[in-house]
């Protein structure tokens, strides 16, 4: 990858995100760990990439609003330079029947996962075009690939994600820019580890690994798509799921 090549990933205080954050930086990129409503990950995630000798810096971002998202980019913009790899990591998920599930909650769920990633990409986009270099990198999610019960938004915006990561590739394939998905399974974070007992048991016994993923794992597989190494691989979706969508 280029020298000095200078990343945004949001939803990035903890799990997936902040784990993308340290691969990227120990790769040499210079990373925005973006946030919305934990400022102390955030800080945790850039005191370790900087432990490691990787330099980073906290940056506030709200991916459903125009404003936020044009205010972080010109931070890191003016900060360190122009964001030449993005990843869309944000996420928003409420379970929940559809007959009796809330439009509020429907609305959340699409304009975090599906509408900030293409708000974001689409600000992304001009810098990578004049640079004729560029990566995004989508977090979406097994759900895109299997339907879930009581996740019927939740899946529809990360099968949406996906559709926007293959629309995209072929957009700017020719200008040296790639947009790849990662889709990962059930991975130890936050979200997972207040799940009870029983609800977890049956996840990995749908797993074929028999285990749960950890967000370490799934962040390697991004760094490798931000990489030079990954320049003709544009337009995928890799499962990063112990085989359970196989």
């Known amino acids: 990858m ?26 040499g990129v210079t990373v925005g760990v ?8 955030a ?3 850039v005191a370790k990439a900087r432990a490691d ?12 609003d125009e404003e936020s998202i044009e205010e972080a980019f010109r931070r890191v913009e003016k900060d360190v330079g122009p964001v030449r ?26 304009d975090t996962n599906l509408k900030g990633a293409f708000l974001c990409s689409r ?11 560029g990566r995004i990198v989508n977090v979406a999610s097994v759900a895109a690939l299997r339907g879930n019960a009581g996740q019927a938004a939740y899946s529809a915006s990360k099968t949406g994600l996906v559709g926007l990561t293959r629309s995209l590739a072929r957009e700017v394939g020719g200008r040296g820019i790639t947009v790849n998905a990662v889709c990962p399974g059930f991975v130890e974070t936050r979200m997972t580890e207040v799940q009870r007992e029983e609800i977890r048991k049956r996840y990995v016994e749908m797993t074929p690994a028999g285990r749960f993923g950890t967000p370490e794992e799934v962040a390697a597989v991004i760094a490798f798509l931000c990489g030079s190494e990954a320049s003709y691989v544009n337009g995928s979706v890799v499962s990063v799921d112990g085989g359970l969508s196989a």
């Not at 020298?3 to 949001?10: P, R, W």
């Not at 928003?92 to 809330?102: E, P, Q, R, S």
């Not at 600000?123 to 270099?133: H, S």
């Open 2 to 27: 280029p020298e000095a090549t200078i990343a945004l990933v949001t939803g990035a205080s903890r799990g997936i995100g902040s784990a993308a954050c340290l691969a990227l930086a120990r790769a």
């Open 34 to 41: 973006g946030y919305r409503s934990d400022p102390e990950g």
């Open 43 to 45: 800080e945790e995630t």
């Open 53 to 64: 000798g990787g330099i980073a810096l906290p940056v506030a971002v709200d991916v459903r």
């Open 85 to 110: 790899v993005l990843v869309n990591n944000a996420g928003y998920t409420k379970d929940g029947l559809a007959v009796k599930y809330t439009t509020e909650n429907w609305d959340a769920t699409i």
């Open 123 to 133: 600000r992304a986009l001009p810098a990578m075009l004049k640079a004729r270099w």
